[in-house]
């Protein structure tokens, strides 16, 4: 089950700082505000999907709150945590999923919509270069693991 909760600015504020991070680059809190209805803060239950392979993406998460494992084919790929991000190599390729995501316990992911990345990379385009970099990367493991994406 997912349930969207509200956001408060500290939130925001540590959403942008995070973006800035993965992205190398300084993010105002105030570019991530003026996507708003394109960002949401969900909370996933214990084992919820959060994203299915082979679904079609229509947006990117950042873990706020917990940890979540990802599955290609069965096999698992990673455990991520606060502060990481899935969910770009949809975006960045318009391929459908290439895994699903599952929460490992209750768990706080900001989805960003398409529309809302779109807005944000205009004002700050590392933030897509950083998101591109990471799908090549994430694409050449899986690749390595004989894990190829379907087309």
Known sequence: MVKELPVSQEQWE??????????????????IKLVMPGVRLLEYEDDAAIVAENDVGYAMYVIYQGRVLVVRQGNKIAELQTGDFFGEISLVTRAPRTATVKAVKSCQVFELSWRAISAITECFPQLMQAMQAAAAKRMEELAQRGLEPTT
């Open 14 to 31: 540590w959403l942008g700082q995070t973006l800035s991070c993965h992205a190398n680059a300084k993010m105002a809190p105030d570019v």
